[in-house]
């Protein structure tokens, strides 16, 4: 079954605001990675935490991390049109999965101005 | 970051042919790994192409359906073979960073149709 569901499945917010994603998985990871996807295309790689991190910030960027919950949360402060996207959590298990990610479901976030 | 490029960046087949995506990247590998994204759903992992060996596929994901080549550290081919509208996909390649932290990067996606 796949790890790292996320919730909301879509968000929309004014421009702004602050959103938060979470996301959740079911066995042990290495690291947990986010990205942002723009209509279809690629992804883009945002901000990895490592599994002994609680918190990590990137600009506007601030992602928590949670072992004993296996929960992780994304926010993203002051958000912009631009920021309309969809944002996926993918875990790392490392070791011999290293490299290998599975991914959340997705969080479809639309900014409004 | 790696700069990973794909060919071709889309493209509309009909039923029961192949095609065959490339991924590039401007460093040297160890691991590529392909990826598939259905319409409206999350990324699934097809299978890690190794350099000098068989790519390792995932549960659900044959050989015969997605063969991959990796003739060298920069570059490696995903065929997807026989193909039906099920096949209707973005099909993603990806490497790790060069750093420490076990980054994942992907390439700008193969947008795929079949009709």
């Known amino acids: 079954s796949q790890q790292g569901e996320e919730d909301p499945q879509a968000l929309s917010i004014q421009e702004g605001e602050n959103a938060t994603m979470n996301c959740s998985y079911k066995t042990s990871i290495n690291n947990l990675q986010w990205y942002r996807q723009n209509s279809g295309r690629g992804l883009v790689h945002l901000i990895l935490i490592r599994s002994n991190e609680r918190e990590k910030h990137s600009g506007r960027l601030r992602v928590t991390l949670d072992t004993s919950k296996k929960s992780s949360s994304l926010l993203i402060t002051a958000s912009r049109a631009a920021d309309t996207a969809s944002y996926f959590c993918a875990a790392n298990a490392g070791g011999t999965s290293y490299g290998k990610l599975t991914f959340g479901q997705g969080t479809i976030l639309t900014v409004h101005p | 970051s790696a700069v990973i490029s794909q060919k071709p960046s889309r493209d509309i087949c009909q039923r029961g042919t192949s095609l065959t995506i490339q991924c590039q990247v401007d460093?040297?590998?160890?691991?590529m790994f392909w990826y598939r994204q259905q319409p409206g759903q999350s990324l699934t992992l097809i299978a890690t192409?190794?350099?000098?060996?068989?790519?390792?596929?995932e549960s659900g994901f044959v050989i015969d359906k997605f063969p991959i080549s990796r003739p060298n550290l920069t570059f490696s081919t995903l065929t997807v073979s026989n193909m039906s509208p099920e096949d209707s996909s973005i099909y993603l390649c990806?490497?790790?960073?060069?750093?420490?932290?076990?980054?994942?990067?992907f390439g700008p996606g193969t947008r795929l149709t079949v009709l």
């Open positions: 460093s040297q590998v160890t691991m």
């Open positions: 192409a190794n350099q000098g060996s068989e790519a390792t596929y």
């Open positions: 990806s490497v790790p960073g060069q750093g420490q932290l076990n980054e994942q990067f």
